[in-house]
């Protein structure tokens, strides 16, 4: 046991005093001191969930425990065991060539494991696409999106389907700073050939967030050529950016026509019934058996944005409900969440919609739930069911239901026939406008 071991163990024993036994072991016990150097301690976590809970809530305290048992003052920095590779990389003697970054693949990151709904549908399918015909029609394939909402998760899933089919296939996933600190690396050690092998004999090179080639110029250029020698040989490119290639600033023009070549898709937030079906999954995956739907629409309803984020709640129910020896309900989920995500829920409802929309075109809230199919009431009533949707959580099934009991379908037409409509018609545009303003000044 090296002496950082052990002062690891003195430090968890100290943890283990002054919280209880559920959080030492979900989330003290599995974490492990790496390095120390230069007052920094770098401490390895194997999940997400487990960095939040050492950045959010252990990090002041380690640092306590630290200096009271060493006397020295310590910054910590928490890494995943996933992307620790990284941080071997770092530091590395200049004369021995680093350009072997190799991140390893999340097996976890699937298609089966992903969840599809409205907002990333198009991303997964041309995802799928890509991994069952590398190198085709969707070649880079680029997808866009805030963060936390699945962008690595279908960029590793492409991987590991093609290495479902092809065992054998050369994959390369590396963020787009791992590129360059392998590229400015090779410069030092004057290994830039065998730099340039290492990424041009690939199937397949998925880069992570290329933004960061903003203003890296020399970067620039050196992935530029990289891409073209593996796009004339057919090899697939996937890329992830934190927005529209085009919005990047300080991108050569040549190399955003290079990404945006193929396929470019967009993932936005997950609507209601997909953060549910995610948290469903989720819960599936760790385990955590009986929760009432309640608590996952409740859970749901606070993280509207982050899937990350929305993952990171469960397990802090979870938590919460193992330290108080209770099941879990709505309201152990309510207090695990305070201050958490949206702490004023929306409380927007359909029936302020409908009456609004009513007194707009003159018109009775009866008319707007009722069953008239004269013109000058069906378009207010679809108007009002768009609206449901647009400006609350609430599902099609309920929208119907507060609509005089009409079916899904009914309600799912309504917001198409106005989707539609409003690509053409700016006296609608106007119009919802005017009462989106109205509704949510
Ligand atoms: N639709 C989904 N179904 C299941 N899990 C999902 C879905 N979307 C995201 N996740 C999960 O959310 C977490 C964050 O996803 P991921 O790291 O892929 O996000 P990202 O968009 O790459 O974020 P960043 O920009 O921060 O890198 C992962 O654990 C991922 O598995």
Do not use: C
């Not at 425990?65 to 590779?85: A, C, F, M, N, S």
């Not at 079906?277 to 058996?289: C, D, H, V």
Request: charged share 25%.
């Amino acid at each position: 046991m090296t002496e950082l071991d052990s002062l690891w163990e003195t430090v968890q024993n100290e943890f283990k005093k002054s919280i209880t036994p559920p959080t030492y072991e979900n989330v003290v016990a599995p974490a492990k001191a790496y390095s120390l150097q230069n007052h920094q301690l770098t401490v390895v976590v194997p999940t997400d969930y487990h960095l939040g809970w050492w950045q959010k809530s252990l990090n002041v305290q380690l640092k306590h425990i630290w200096h009271e048992q060493t006397g020295e003052e310590i910054e910590p920095r928490y890494v995943l065991t996933k992307d620790l590779i990284n941080v071997k990389n770092e530091g590395h003697n200049s004369d021995k060539p680093t350009y072997k970054t190799q991140t390893p693949l999340n097996p976890e990151y699937t298609f089966e494991n992903f969840v599809e709904g409205r907002t990333n549908q198009f991303a997964y399918a041309s995802a799928f696409a890509a991994s069952e015909q590398p190198g085709g029609l969707y070649n880079p394939l680029l997808i866009y999106g805030d963060v936390g909402l699945g962008k690595t998760h279908l960029m590793q899933a492409i991987a590991n389907n093609m290495l479902v089919h092809n065992p054998d296939a050369k994959i390369k996933y590396v963020t787009s700073e791992n590129f360059m600190n392998d590229y400015i690396n090779s410069i030092k050690s004057g290994t830039q050939e065998q730099f340039r092998q290492e990424y041009r004999d690939l199937d397949a090179l998925l880069v992570d967030d290329v933004q960061f080639f903003s203003e890296k110029n020399g970067t620039q250029l050196e992935f530029f050529n990289t891409f073209n020698s593996l796009h004339d040989n057919n090899k697939q490119i996937v890329l992830t950016a934190d927005q529209n290639p085009k919005e990047i600033p300080n991108l050569t023009d040549r190399l955003v026509s290079r990404f945006v070549w193929g396929l470019t898709v967009e993932i936005t937030a997950p609507d209601l019934e997909t953060r549910i079906a995610i948290l469903n999954r989720k819960a599936e995956e760790e385990n955590i058996q009986d929760i009432p739907n309640e608590v996952f629409s409740y859970i749901a309803s606070k993280i509207n944005t982050n899937v990350r984020e929305l993952e990171g709640a469960l397990m802090r129910v979870r938590v919460f409900a193992d330290l108080h020896k209770t099941s879990i309900n709505e309201s152990v989920a309510r207090e695990a969440l305070q201050g958490i995500g949206n702490d004023a829920p929306a409380t927007l409802s359909i029936d302020l919609i409908q009456k609004k929309v009513a007194a707009h075109f003159n018109i009775n809230q009866s008319d707007i739930t009722g069953k008239k199919r004269v013109k000058n009431i069906v378009v207010p009533r679809q108007i009002a069911m768009y609206l449901s949707r647009e400006l609350t959580d609430n599902s099609l099934p309920r929208i119907g239901k507060e609509f005089g009991g009409k079916d899904h379908t009914t309600v799912l037409h309504a917001i198409d026939k106005i989707e539609k409509q409003l690509d053409t018609d700016s006296e609608l545009q106007n119009e919802i406008n005017s009462l989106k303003k109205d509704l949510r000044p």
